[in-house]
């Protein structure tokens, strides 16, 4: 390797533009520091022929600047551990969730199981919770999102029957305005994936069995009557049933709901039965599936006027499965599911981090020298979209060069640079050509990758790991320059089990 000079750096990559202090991909200045350029400059052999193209914009909205289009979800009994008290902040997980929103505020979505499972006391009601708010919990909250200058989408408790279940959430949403405040709340979600609650919990019969969608959509009418004007989402579902009945849910639902809300996950963990491999990541279900799924519940959204944020998604369901859900497979799958997910319409996505399972992803650790975090590979997988994807990019249109476990997307970010990621799954290198419209000189190239498919460990972001103590990108970022041919096309050669993310000025 050789030791790039910062001026040579500038001079090559004229017109970049930082997104984000994590960036995969950084603009460099005189006051930056050394880049490390990883081999000779690529230079592209006139013979090379563009398989990839990058056209112009998609038909689908830029990411927007209001909301982060990419967080994290987790439980009401994880985020104390992970934000830490008011005086003493996690400061790098802090770092972690802001690495995800470049540009915007970042949108957490507090609740889950959680939001049916936890409670503030109320007097005269029996308590069998697993998990009891207070004014301590409340207080860890409304710091961590200060800090952040964001907001969340909060759970609250619909899972006890119409006989008690408007005092719970009257008392809950009071008590969360009081103690996180209401500037700091972006939504309440009422309940959590009802379509599978037991029918006596909605309907206060004894008859076992599921609830039926207009018992659900009369109890959440009669509990948002009774919190007055508050931001409501739901339904939060993530069957098949009533996804694929979603517009009947939500004309039974209150005009007033601000957010329709979903859930996905492509694969199934829920039953000894359950046989799931690498490859399984990687199936046209996974990926084009599930996006192709939620495009429809995004538009049943878009006729009642409304917009849709996936506000719980993993891989894998029921707590995720180890060796999977903690590989870099899952990384790479994570990846190209977002842009396939905002090409079918989103507002939003948050991954699910649940202290205790597969899907945790995120650790947060407090000692005598202070807090450390460490990150699952799927974490980078989030870190890499991200950098690529700063608030206001536009999604480009771009055409495939039809090879099998071969994945690409394109975008334009605000500085006018575009850049396109290109993802192989394969057990071989492969080089293909790659042009996009309106871009010219000599271009940036850096890698996400880890071992193997299977590493649970030692991925990187552009040869760069995340540093425990600052939640940020540690040492210097290495970027391989590659020169165009006469005719526009730039030579990528993505190593197997890898991304490679080329970055093109405008």
Request: net charge positive; charged share 15%; glycine share 12%.
């Amino acid at each position: 390797m050789r030791r790039a000079s910062v001026a040579a750096i500038v001079a090559a990559l004229a017109g970049a533009c930082a997104v984000g202090a994590a960036a995969a991909i950084p603009a460099v200045s005189a006051a930056a520091h050394t880049t490390t350029v990883s081999g000779p400059i690529v230079r592209t052999p006139g013979s090379e022929v563009a398989t990839v193209r990058a056209g112009g914009p998609a038909a689908v909205a830029a990411t927007s600047t209001s909301h982060g289009f990419l967080g994290i979800a987790t439980s009401l009994s994880t985020i104390p551990g992970l934000a830490g008290p008011p005086g003493d902040l996690d400061t790098p997980f802090l770092n972690l969730l802001r690495n995800l929103s470049p540009g915007a505020p970042v949108l957490l979505r507090l609740g889950g199981n959680s939001g049916d499972n936890s409670w503030w006391p109320i007097s005269g009601i029996r308590e069998r919770y697993l998990y009891t708010l207070s004014s301590q919990w409340g207080a860890r909250v409304h710091a961590l999102l200060a800090a952040l200058g964001g907001k969340a989408i909060i759970g609250v408790n619909l899972k006890e029957g119409p006989r008690i279940d408007s005092r719970i959430a009257t008392a809950e949403v009071h008590d969360f305005n009081r103690y996180i405040g209401a500037n700091l709340i972006d939504a309440f979600e009422l309940g959590n994936e009802p379509e599978f609650y037991p029918l006596s919990v909605v309907t206060g019969s004894r008859v076992p069995g599921p609830v039926t969608i207009a018992a659900y959509t009369k109890e959440f009418s009669h509990i948002a009557s009774e919190l007055g004007g508050v931001p409501l989402a739901g339904p939060s579902s993530v069957g098949p049933v009533w996804l694929s009945e979603l517009g009947t849910v939500l004309s039974e639902l209150p005009s007033r709901l601000k957010l329709v809300t979903v859930h996905a996950y492509p694969l199934m963990n829920c039953s000894r039965l359950a046989h799931l491999s690498m490859s399984d990541f990687f199936t046209g279900a996974s990926i084009q599936g599930l996006a192709d799924a939620i495009h429809g519940e995004v538009a049943a959204a878009a006729a009642h006027g409304k917009g849709l944020r996936v506000d719980e998604i993993n891989g894998i369901t029921c707590g995720g499965k180890a060796g999977l859900s903690n590989s870099f497979g899952e990384a790479l799958w994570a990846l190209n599911v977002l842009p396939a997910l905002w090409q079918a319409g989103v507002e939003g996505v948050n991954f699910q981090a649940i202290y205790g399972d597969y899907n945790q992803m995120i650790h947060a650790d407090r000692s005598r020298s202070g807090w450390r975090v460490t990150v699952e590979p799927e974490y980078y997988g989030l870190l890499a979209f991200a950098s690529v994807t700063p608030a206001g990019s536009r999604m480009l249109t771009v055409s495939t060069p039809g090879l099998a476990g071969f994945y690409q997307f394109a975008v334009r970010a605000p500085d006018r640079s575009e850049r396109v990621v290109l993802t192989n799954v394969g057990a071989v290198a492969r080089t293909v050509g790659v042009s996009a419209a309106g871009t010219h000189g000599t271009g940036s190239l850096s890698f996400l990758s880890a071992k193997s498919l299977g590493a649970t460990s030692g991925a990187t972001l552009a040869g760069q790991s995340l540093s425990p103590r600052t939640g940020r990108l540690a040492g210097s970022p290495r970027l391989t320059l590659v020169k165009p041919n006469s005719s526009g096309v730039y030579a990528v050669r993505v190593p197997a089990g890898a991304a490679a993310i080329l970055k093109l000025s405008g």
